[in-house]
């Protein structure tokens, strides 16, 4: 009999037709390993290994293994502790003898579980587990239910219960696991080691360390998925004054009065008066907002789900995916070049109603303390419109009932539906068609007093599923989804128009986000770019506005348009305005914070850490370049001063006119400041 290893990872032979004699830890942390490697090549074949040179590849698996170390090192600690502390007479028992089995079908399952999780993950983000798997985690039941109707859930399991079954039968073939008897010392040894390994791999290893090379790809692939989950647990909420470059707030602030972004005190702004007739007379210039002959009295805001621009004709699509878009794109106002500021639905949420940039960590839908801010639905309110957040799903989900209902918007949601009145549902919500007819009634009762309607769509997300008859593709594809929606846009707004505010609303067509983020660096530009149309054909001539933007320009944009107070106390600024400075747009995931403006990206990431991409403004593809010190200035004076801004309560309505927000700035804890 030989012995190899130390403490919990024993290995033993006891003659030659016995079995032999293994750790359990050893058979359960060797399957985990062998599973992330597995997962990890399954991974680069899905992303092609074009996208990815040699070096980056190797960077990859080298880091990958460091990554599963250090995740070996918490998930093996509570059996090392079990095996220490099983009392002497119960580990030769033949009732022990089968829990370990079982245990071991139950672990190797799990793990198998997992890694199929990730590689569904991965289909839809092209990520590790991130800040969004931590949400999934919170919402199950539409998680749940959208895994349950995008794949064959009992066939997935049962195929992983014959799998796991089969390899636990073969490997009891083999080997059998240690019963003997273990001494005070030895028991010792496996506590501390318990202890150690966690410890250890805390203070080593980091998600940071996944950044190796300047291929996205390459560095997701490194990852570790349970490592990943658990540091986007840990970092709910990125503080920017500790993770990001700093400057002092008088800097900051006069950097952004230079561009034009002075923010007014709340309280000041928000009345019940109209603004002056001379200013509501005063109308854009028709050689930039293509002929509004006047002012819209309502405005449906359609925040449609996942809508890249590169899905619509009339932005270069080739699928014919979407003819009705593409008909009120040539008879309404189209934008060119409108940016995203985020990757998922709140952040789209947050910009198109608070008009700010993306903050690091949380969106702000979903953080504490997010009641009564000064977002378009509470300047409105308070100048007499009707205020609506219309959603065909359960609003509980990502906190946007919530959030809306705290900000002056009449909320409606999939509980206020008629079940007579649902063409179709999934787990998300009503079918497009649905949420618009309910839309439409919702109107017609406040028909009268001006309104404001934000809408947000559900159809175009996995499952992908839809009424059936509706267009000429299959469910359970996204071509077939996108089609939809455009079918269901269609229609209402041909429903809308024998409605008698139809003449005087301005309707505002644009994505929360694109489809998909995956590009070779962490914020492919390209890949943030949504769709925007204006479509009033009573008011507004068709026309083409070619100046970049971003989603936070929207909310300003459409107060200027109503001649309603507010739109100066955004960060965003009014599309229609001329005393602008260059063209800029804000995109972002939960970590990085990127600025783009002038064909130059700046991105903004934990640890202080500062890059520069130069951008071609056709391809939108982006390499490395040097910082422009000018435009690292503007993107931290930009993101600094709205985490602040959130962070002190400087967005609320009511925030005081008269506080010193330097001083208030001063009272939070700030790093030392790093010299540009």
Not at 239 to 267: C, G, H, V, W
Not at 379 to 404: C, H, P, R, V
Not at 467 to 488: C, N
Not at 660 to 672: G, I, R, T, V
């Amino acid at each position: 009999m030989y012995q190899l290893g130390s403490y919990g990872l024993k290995f033993f032979v006891s003659g030659k037709n016995q079995h032999r004699k293994v750790s359990f830890t050893l058979v359960i942390g060797l399957t985990a390993v062998l599973l992330w490697l597995g997962l990890r090549f399954v991974l680069m074949l899905d992303i092609g290994v074009s996208k990815m040179s040699l070096p980056q590849t190797l960077t990859a698996f080298s880091w990958g293994a460091w990554f599963d170390a250090s995740t070996l090192a918490y998930l093996i600690s509570p059996w090392l502790i079990i095996s220490a502390i099983t009392p002497q007479p119960w580990r030769s028992h033949r009732w022990m003898h089968i829990s370990r089995w079982a245990l071991t079908w139950l672990v190797i399952a799990a793990l198998l579980f997992g890694v199929v999780a990730e590689y569904i993950f991965w289909q839809e983000f092209t990520t590790r587990f991130n800040f969004i798997a931590v949400d999934y985690l919170i919402y199950t039941t539409e998680v749940i239910g959208n895994i349950r109707e995008s794949y064959p859930v009992p066939l997935m399991l049962t195929i992983i219960a014959i799998f796991v079954s089969l390899g636990v039968w073969g490997l009891s073939r083999l080997v059998d696991f240690d019963d003997q008897p273990r001494s005070l010392k030895h028991r010792t040894g496996l506590v501390a080691l318990a202890l150690l390994l966690p410890g250890v791999s805390l203070m080593a290893a980091n998600v940071d360390q996944m950044q190796q090379t300047t291929n996205a790809y390459a560095n997701e692939l490194a990852g570790n998925g349970l490592f990943s989950l658990a540091a986007a647990m840990r970092r709910n909420e990125l503080d920017y004054d500790k993770f990001y470059q700093t400057m002092p707030q008088e800097q900051a602030d006069a950097t952004l009065k230079a561009l034009n972004i002075e923010r007014l005190p709340l309280s000041q702004a928000i009345t019940n008066q109209a603004i002056s007739k001379q200013e509501a007379a005063a109308l854009p210039g028709p050689e930039t907002m293509g002929g509004f002959s006047r002012r819209p009295k309502n405005v449906i805001l359609i925040t449609v789900e996942s809508l890249s621009a590169e899905y619509l004709g009339s932005y270069g699509g080739q699928e014919n995916l979407t003819p009705y878009l593409d008909k009120i794109a040539a008879q309404g106002l189209k934008f060119e070049h409108v940016f995203a500021t985020g990757t998922r639905t709140v952040r789209g949420l947050d910009a198109l109603s608070l008009g700010i940039p993306p903050i690091p960590g949380q969106a702000i839908i979903h953080r504490p303390n997010n009641e009564h801010l000064a977002t378009i639905g509470e300047f409105l309110e308070a100048q007499s419109f009707k205020t609506f957040f219309i959603y065909g799903g359960y609003g509980y989900f990502d906190n946007m009932n919530a959030y809306f209902r705290a900000n002056d918007y009449h909320v409606v949601d999939r509980t206020d539906f008629d079940s007579k009145e649902i063409a179709a549902e999934n787990v998300w919500g009503v079918a497009d068609e649905s949420l618009f007819n309910h839309t439409l009634k919702t109107l017609d009762e406040v028909h009268g007093q001006p309104f404001f309607a934000q809408v947000m769509t559900t159809s175009n997300h996995r499952p992908f599923t839809y009424p059936e008859g509706r267009i000429d593709l299959p469910q359970g594809h996204r071509a077939g989804a996108v089609k939809y929606t455009d079918y269901a846009i269609g229609k209402f707004i041909e429903d809308a128009k024998s409605k008698p505010w139809f003449k005087d609303t301005l309707f505002v067509i644009v994505a929360d986000h694109c489809a998909s983020v995956a590009g070779k660096t962490r914020l492919p530009v390209a890949k943030y770019h949504i769709p925007l149309i204006f479509y009033a054909p009573d008011m507004l001539k068709p026309g083409s506005y070619q100046r970049m933007a971003s989603q936070i320009d929207i909310p300003p944009t459409l107060l200027d348009l109503l001649g309603k107070e507010g739109d100066k106390n955004f960060f965003g600024e009014s599309l229609f305005k001329f005393e602008k400075q260059p063209a800029r747009a804000f995109i972002s995931n939960y970590q990085e914070l990127g600025y783009y403006k002038d064909n130059q990206l700046i991105v903004l990431s934990p640890k202080r850490k500062t890059e520069a991409f130069k951008v071609d403004p056709v391809t939108l593809e982006s390499e490395p370049t040097a910082i422009n010190p000018a435009l690292l200035k503007e993107a931290i004076a930009y993101y600094q001063t709205a985490a602040r801004s959130f962070k002190v309560g400087a967005l609320k309505e009511h925030a005081d006119s008269n506080m010193d927000w330097n001083k208030k700035y001063a009272s939070l804890y700030l790093p030392k400041n790093t010299k540009l």
